[in-house]
């Protein structure tokens, strides 16, 4: 089993910047994949970054160049750095992981392809 527990939502104006934060415990190790997605009211949960063991990285190409995803495998901790925050990224932000996904540089995270869930951050940018 592997749990984690994301951090870091908030409020914040359009153009700023948040930091999510998702600690993992008990069966994980730096094999895993993890990544973050988001829910917006009424819509399908949708894949914003995942990275691999390796280090390989993916995004939705709303998020290129906005968001950064990065790993801490000794405090096993994964990373989303948020910055030019529009209206359109409100959302419960998620972190996911699985032993076994292959992460394509070319698309963004799917969410059927991983196991282990987290509670949810919430993330509301104002115009």
């Not at 999510?20 to 730096?30: E, M, P």
């Not at 894949?47 to 096993?76: C, L, M, P, Q």
């Not at 948020?82 to 996904?101: G, I, Q």
Request: charged share 20%; aromatic share 10%.
């Amino acid at each position: 089993q592997v749990h984690l527990v994301e951090s870091g939502g908030g409020s914040v104006q359009a153009g700023g910047s948040l930091r999510l934060s998702c600690a993992a415990s008990g069966d994980t190790d730096s094999r895993y994949s993890m990544g973050w997605f988001r829910q917006a009211l009424g819509n399908e949960r949708e894949g914003v970054a995942a990275i691999d063991g390796y280090g390989v990285t993916a995004y939705a190409e709303s998020v290129k160049g906005r968001f950064t995803i990065s790993k801490d495998n000794v405090k096993n901790t994964l990373y989303l750095q948020m910055n030019s925050l529009k209206p359109e990224d409100t959302a419960m932000y998620y972190c996911a992981a699985d032993l076994r996904v292959w992460i394509n540089m070319n698309r963004a995270p799917v969410p059927a392809d991983f196991g282990y869930w987290g509670q949810g951050t919430q993330v509301t940018v104002s115009s």
